[in-house]
């Protein structure tokens, strides 16, 4: 793969109990995550972004990819392909399963219920456990990667796999963009942190509101290089 994938998470919101908008510190977070990541970028490059479709992530999108225009503009790099953000179902957070054969959801929409005494009481025991653990954890997401959620929700597995299988899909494409191309993939430390465990072999824990992890192209085929807090490792997209 030549093209290099960004995984940012999306900006601060006020909490995950549903699907709300970025606070104000969000939006400057995801404007300075655009500004900074403009300075990857040179004059002829192509640049996508892609995010998960809900809310605070959208948010995020659309104000990083304004940011990134306005440096863009201001560093005179005119010749840039900058497509504007589309959603991506690849990038979605672990989601949710209330009912067998029900679809997956984002487990801020499912808040409530997920939450619900009486609903608790009619799933099985080891589902409803789960349920319990995840939102009283002080870190929801490291409680989903070290806990079996019962069938209650997306395995890290899956997660891994949807992301992998976008990457490889960036890296067949290679050949349609004659310059070196940037793909912004907007998302959730979910997404992020099994990523980062396949890659380091341990979870880093929870990455800061906006920050980046970076996957570079490898010289070894089927495989890019990561970057996350000054450790880079190799990782499988194949």
Request: proline residues 7%; glycine residues 8%; hydrophobic residues 35%.
């Amino acid at each position: 793969m030549s093209a290099t994938v960004y995984l940012v998470r999306h900006g601060e919101v006020a909490h995950h109990r549903t699907d709300i908008s970025l606070t104000a510190r969000g939006q400057e977070q995801a404007r300075l995550a655009g500004s900074a990541l403009a300075r990857q970028m040179a004059d002829g490059d192509t640049v996508c972004v892609h995010y998960s479709p809900v809310t605070r992530v959208r948010e995020t999108a659309d104000i990083l990819y304004a940011s990134l225009a306005a440096a863009l503009r201001a560093g005179n790099f005119s010749r840039v392909v900058l497509h504007p953000p589309q959603p991506d179902p690849a990038l979605h957070n672990v989601r949710f399963i209330l009912e067998p054969g029900q679809q997956p959801e984002e487990p801020s929409l499912l808040y409530t219920q997920s939450n619900d005494p009486a609903y608790l009481q009619t799933r099985p025991p080891a589902q409803a456990d789960f349920y319990r653990g995840f939102w009283a954890s002080a870190d929801h997401i490291g409680y989903w990667l070290s806990h079996d959620s019962g069938g209650g929700a997306e395995t890290p597995t899956t997660v891994l796999a949807r992301v992998r299988a976008r990457l490889g899909e960036i890296s067949a494409l290679d050949g349609s963009h004659p310059t070196q191309t940037h793909w912004l993939m907007i998302t959730h430390s979910g997404t992020m942190r099994t990523v980062l465990c396949e890659a380091l072999g341990t979870d880093p824990g929870e990455p800061d509101f906006c920050e980046t992890v970076i996957l570079r192209p490898a010289a070894q085929a089927g495989r890019v290089t990561l970057s996350y807090r000054g450790q880079a490792a190799s990782l499988s997209i194949g």
